[in-house]
């Protein structure tokens, strides 16, 4: 579960609570100018610039994502769990 802390009117901070763990992990956020805090920027730069900050999804990434949409939307009509690897 994530749950966001504000500063002055901006999200400065997330916490991310974790199974198993007693205390929230605090992750402080870098916000920059321009739109979405200047995530936009970043991931610019990440997709078509010379800078690459090795934090972008990979292809297995976004097959995982895809598969457990597929997933939760197929539990939610036949009212059972889904495995999402009995989906490949």
Known sequence: ML????????????????FEQEKPEQIDLKLESGTH???DNRLFEDLFGTEKSG??????DGI???LTG????ESLTN??????QSLL
Do not use: C
Not at 55 to 60: E, G, K, P, S
Not at 79 to 84: A, L, Q, S
């Open 79 to 84: 009212g059972k769990e889904v495995h999402v």
């Open 70 to 73: 597929i997933a939760v939307n």
């Open 3 to 18: 749950r966001r802390k504000r500063t002055g009117g901006e999200f400065s901070s997330v916490e991310v609570f974790r």
């Open 64 to 66: 995982q994502a895809v």
């Open 55 to 60: 934090r972008l999804a990979t292809l297995d």
């Open 37 to 39: 805090g200047g995530a």
